[in-house]
């Protein structure tokens, strides 16, 4: 990428006061059908990717598939940023632009808090991967990510809690806030929730998991996200390109 992949994030929300990453999980499918599912995503227009999961997935099959994507783009002719969302150290690939380098602040495991950031932190440096720094929050379901990450997950009637957690990930230099409800959640976080993140924080808004219609999306985007992730949906989709087009053409 020619423009660091956070400041392009920050202009597209500028410019269209949201942006819309796809999420693409290299344990869903094999490359080849992620080369498929990216192209379909570029058509659709969204902003750019997110690729990793919690489970079942190593090096080898994360450079395959980022590689993969990296073809679905260029058939197009665009630059669309691929952005980690690792589940560990194992997870990281040389051939993507960035890496959400995220601590899981309300899990009960250092590993996830801490631990694995300091392993990877050389490596991040070595593979000359832009770092940009998270908060990750697990909202109540939390599903496989609150499970295998030990979440002490937050209650979706206490917004007050993703708040606190929010602000001290702020204090200590985090930019960005994922707020997860988990991969095929029923519903999405709760949009009292997301608001008061928003307006109670100087984070960028991330909000990801039970965005399954592009009803869901709206009501995420009204409440003050910057950027809503998409993964589930995709996976399930019959028609990649009319799926993430019709989330798209409701938030921009």
Do not use: W
């Amino acid at each position: 990428m020619r423009v660091k992949v956070e400041e392009l994030l920050k202009e597209i929300v500028d410019a269209d006061g949201v942006a819309h990453l796809t999420l693409i999980d290299p344990a869903r499918q094999m490359p080849k059908d992620a080369e498929k599912l990216v192209s379909e995503a570029v058509k659709a227009g969204t902003d750019g990717f997110m690729v990793g999961g919690s489970t079942g997935v190593d090096s080898t099959i994360i450079d395959e598939t980022v590689l993969a994507m990296r073809r679905g783009i260029e058939k197009h002719h665009e630059e669309k940023p691929i952005i980690l969302f690792p589940s560990g150290v194992h997870t990281l690939s040389r051939h993507a632009d960035a890496v959400f380098f995220m601590s899981m602040l309300n899990s009960r495991d250092l590993t996830y808090v801490i631990g694995n950031q300091m392993i990877g932190a050389p490596l991040v440096r070595s593979l000359r991967l832009e770092s940009i720094p998270m908060a990750y929050l697990v909202i109540e379901p939390g599903g496989t990510v609150g499970y295998v990450g030990d979440a002490k997950l937050i209650p979706r009637s206490k917004p007050e809690i993703a708040v606190a957690y929010a602000l001290a990930g702020e204090y200590l230099g985090m930019r960005f806030v994922y707020l997860e409800a988990g991969s095929g959640a029923s519903e999405p976080v709760p949009e009292t929730m997301i608001s008061a993140v928003r307006n109670e924080t100087n984070l960028m808004v991330v909000v990801g998991g039970g965005i399954r219609s592009p009803e869901d999306a709206k009501l995420c985007r009204d409440a003050g996200a910057h950027i809503l992730v998409t993964g589930s949906l995709v996976e399930s989709s019959k028609n990649v390109e009319k799926s993430i087009s019709s989330i798209i053409k409701v938030i921009k």
